[in-house]
T-cell receptor
Framework: SAVISQKPSRDICQRGTSLTIQCQVD?????MFWYRQQPGQSLTLIAT?????????ESGFVIDKFPISRPNLTFSTLTVSNMSPEDSSIYLC????????????FGSGTRLTVV | DAKTTQPNSMESNEEEPVHLPCNHS???????IHWYRQLPSQGPEYVIH???SNVNNRMASLAIAEDRKSSTLILHRATLRDAAVYYC????????????FGQGTILTVHP
């Protein structure tokens, strides 16, 4: 299965600032996914990022708040913009392993605290 | 959107089998049923997936109801390392690329 490196693993940020989270995969993948996991909650899909096209956002998430880049088939970034304490969550990236033999692989997540 | 329903929590003793149920009455005919588990401070880990037939791998077995409206994840001999939150989700078909997570089941394993 694919191996995902996600950075940073955690951060504490001031409200009003932005944080960019990086996701690096050790193999080429078509689709990359970004999820949010609020404290004590399940995962919610933020957006799907395909290389060479605009990301597709789920209901309740907008590009101005969560801009995503996908410059190549192994890398993506998610920016959390103009942060507020409500953005304190774990953010995870995920990829689909080719042929779905092993399903989807997740990074270890970025634990964000906004103060 | 497709939706799954799971018990909030379950308990088991070490080395006993565990059956984790999931209801997914709105699943489409082409959606695969996936199971993931999440240990504290880690991302979800793939466990198993299937479409219609029961599936086995080194981690678990997946029993899928004939009408596909429910499934059961079976851990044949629970260990302390199996204590985690278990999520039943869909992927593929009409929800290609999109995993919709329910609230999951917190599994506690007692020594």
């Amino acid at each position: 299965s694919a191996v995902i490196s996600q950075k940073p693993s955690r951060d504490i940020c001031q409200r009003g600032t932005s944080l960019t989270i990086q996701c690096q995969v050790d193999s080429q993948v078509t689709m990359m996914f970004w999820y949010r996991q609020q404290p004590g909650q399940s995962l919610t899909l933020i957006a799907t990022a395909n290389q060479g096209s605009e990301a597709t956002y789920e209901s309740g998430f907008v590009i101005d708040k969560f801009p995503i880049s996908r410059p190549n088939l192994t890398f993506s970034t998610l920016t959390v913009s103009n942060m507020s304490p409500e953005d304190s969550s774990i953010y995870l990236c995920s990829v689909e392993v080719p042929k779905a033999i092993y399903g989807y692989t997740f990074g270890s997540g970025t634990r964000l605290t906004v103060v | 959107d497709a939706k799954t329903t799971q018990p909030n929590s379950m308990e088991s003793n070490e080395e006993e089998p565990v059956h984790l149920p999931c209801n997914h009455s709105t699943i489409s005919g082409t959606d695969y049923i996936h199971w993931y588990r999440q240990l504290p401070s880690q991302g979800p880990e793939y466990v198993i997936h299937g479409l219609t037939s029961n599936v086995n791998n080194r981690m678990a077995s997946l029993a899928i109801a004939e009408d596909r409206k429910s499934s059961t994840l079976i851990l044949h001999r629970a260990t302390l390392r199996d204590a985690a939150v278990y999520y039943c989700t869909f992927a593929g078909g009409t929800s290609y690329g999109k995993l919709t997570f329910g609230q999951g089941t917190i599994l506690t394993v007692h020594p």
